[in-house]
């Protein structure tokens, strides 16, 4: 078995950004700037947006946080992003979700310029990427593609089960691995929460992404012998036996799963470094259209 290791991997991407960056500072063009937006105080988000911001400093980008209240109004929070859109500094924003719930969260994506959008969500990005054209692609199926290229995992032919069918992840995925490109060319289904004999569907895979966001449910009987596995779920679990009183788990069981598969990627450390990394990269193409325009 063969752990595929976001951490490292995604240490590799941010050094050949970095590297890109410095460069770019060497020909005084201008170096990529990304905003986040963060509204209210949700903890999870909190601690993603800060690590967004750290990932920036280490590469050389230049970094803005707008923190907004829980009880700023849409209206407020659009006003918010055109002036984003409008700002010639900013080469990408995202706004961290889940957003209050008295906000509409298509409403406020669809407002993002597609140009800036480099969380990929804006639908003419998903749009371009459906028809296989030049685009942002959302940031973690990005990663989950880089990381199955970088460690040379086999998939043309191959028959690949996504399970869940989020815009986020399970519906990219499945478009990415059925296209033509280095880590493509697959045959894949997409199951979800109505299919009907699952364990038996992800029995033939060759390749099983579990995103579904159930902890541990993917388990050693539900794949095949040297079965890849992408573990893309993360849950907090509750564990009276760690200090902190939980412990972090993804969709699949990893004790078992791990003794039968070929290539699986640990929860944490996996796909979630890899997350950040690649919207680090989408950033950095936003600057380089920039500049060729």
């Known amino acids: ?3 595929l290791d976001g951490k490292q991997t995604s240490a590799q991407i941010k050094e050949e950004i970095a590297s ?55 209206d407020e929070l659009l006003t918010q992003i055109k002036a984003l859109n409008d700002d010639l500094n900013i080469d990408g924003f995202i706004v961290q979700l889940p957003l209050p719930k008295h906000i509409d969260d298509q409403k406020v994506l669809m407002a993002i310029h597609p140009d800036k959008d480099v969380d990929g969500f804006h639908p003419m990005n998903v749009g371009r990427l459906t028809l296989d054209l030049p685009t942002f692609i959302s ?18 032919g191959k028959h690949v089960v996504v399970i869940g069918r989020s815009h986020i992840v399970g519906r990219p995925m499945s ?14 289904t997409v199951a979800h929460s109505r299919t009907a004999n699952l364990a038996a569907l992800t029995k033939t ?11 541990e449910f993917l388990t050693a009987d539900m794949i095949k012998e040297d079965a890849a596995v992408i573990d893309v779920g993360i849950t907090r679990v509750s564990d009276d036996s760690k200090k902190r009183g939980y412990r972090i788990a993804g969709d699949v069981h990893f004790e078992s799963v791990s003794k039968k598969a070929s290539y699986i990627t640990p929860v944490p450390g996996g ?20 500049e060729a325009d």
């Open 1 to 3: 078995m063969i752990l």
């Open 20 to 74: 890109a960056v410095s460069e770019m500072q060497n020909n005084n063009i201008k170096v990529p700037h990304l905003a986040a937006v963060l509204v209210g105080t949700n903890g999870a988000s909190m601690t993603y947006v800060g690590a967004k911001v750290k990932a920036c400093e280490l590469v050389g980008f230049e970094s803005t946080l707008i923190e907004l209240p829980e009880e700023t109004s849409e």
């Open 139 to 156: 940031a973690t199926p990005y990663g989950i593609m880089e990381l199955l290229e970088r460690y040379e995992i086999p998939t043309s």
């Open 175 to 188: 478009i990415l691995m059925s296209q033509k490109r280095p880590a493509g060319n697959a045959t894949v």
């Open 205 to 215: 895979a060759d390749i099983v992404v579990a995103a579904l966001g159930i902890p």
């Open 271 to 290: 796909v979630g470094p890899m997350t950040i990394a690649m919207l680090l990269k989408n950033t950095l193409l936003a600057r380089q259209r920039a």
